[in-house]
């Protein structure tokens, strides 16, 4: 684990504000009784999550709990060995990976994904063509491309890269090709986003900036996210559900998780280890 992972972590019972107030929106993205099991090893066990449009929900856990595999089972890289997972209403239990990502469930993944060699505006346009119905029309020039600028330009600005549009990513810092990704993957119009890590590797200016993104993508859109730093999970996240062994250890808003007694031990024995 990081080293946010600590007493101070825990200490302070912040009430998590979130990315929106009021009551329980609408469940977007749900999981009943998920199992997956390796062989003999069962990776995740008995885990019913609910996703809720328009909120920030963490899924937390020491090395090793069933994150990443829950991730992979609700995106349909690994298939369940048993249990639901429900997308805007419909069963995706048996849902290929592309059509899940069509109907409107897109993650990212832990280790940036940007074509370094394209400028920013190249690389949402290239996100853009998908929804643009261009990516099958690989015959076309380049300039077919222009139609999106309009919409690459919005997504740009939407995440304060508008003045390095035509940097190369390569040229980017670390923080901000994770933001360049945060461009390309709402590229894709999603109306649930899966983000693994995103802060993992940021410095505390990249990792403030990132926050703030997200926190206004949630506006109108549900985020389930993967996140080790723990004072992130409290000032962004609604709800937060901890995972341990690859069960639900308990599930709340972060004061209420924060303070079991159960997680404490979870991370700290994580430390010690």
Wanted: hydrophobic share 40%; with cysteine.
């Amino acid at each position: 684990m990081t080293a946010s992972l600590n007493d101070a972590a825990f200490g302070g019972g912040q009430s998590s504000p979130g990315a929106s107030g009021g009551q329980d929106s609408r469940v977007v993205l749900s999981a009943r009784g998920l199992r997956r099991d390796f062989g003999g090893f069962v990776a995740v066990n008995n885990v019913d999550l609910d996703v809720h449009h328009a909120k920030v929900h963490a899924l937390i856990g020491p090395n090793g709990a069933g994150k990443t595999t829950v991730f992979n089972l609700l995106t349909k890289f690994l298939q369940p060995t048993s249990g639901t997972i429900t997308l805007l209403d419909q069963d995706i239990t048996k849902t290929d990976p592309a059509k899940v990502a069509r109907m409107g469930l897109v993650r990212s993944f832990q280790i940036s994904a940007v074509f370094p060699h394209l400028t920013i505006l190249d690389n949402v346009r290239v996100a853009l063509q998908r929804p643009g119905r261009l990516s099958t029309q690989f015959w076309l020039p380049m300039g077919s491309l222009n139609r999106l600028n309009e919409r690459a330009m919005e997504l740009i600005e939407a995440v304060g890269l508008q003045d390095a549009r035509n940097h190369l990513a390569a040229d980017l810092s670390y923080g901000r090709k994770r933001v360049l990704e945060i461009a390309t993957t709402l590229a894709l119009d999603p109306q649930v986003l899966l983000l693994d890590e995103p802060m993992a590797g940021m410095g505390h200016e990249d990792v403030h900036i990132v926050s703030d993104i997200i926190r206004e993508v949630a506006r109108d859109r549900a985020i389930l996210m993967v996140e080790h730093n723990l004072k992130v999970v409290a000032d962004l996240c609604d709800k937060v559900t901890v995972l341990q062994r690859g069960e639900i250890l308990t599930s709340g808003d972060y004061r209420t998780v924060s303070q079991d007694e159960r997680v404490r031990v979870a991370y700290m024995g994580t430390e010690h280890e």
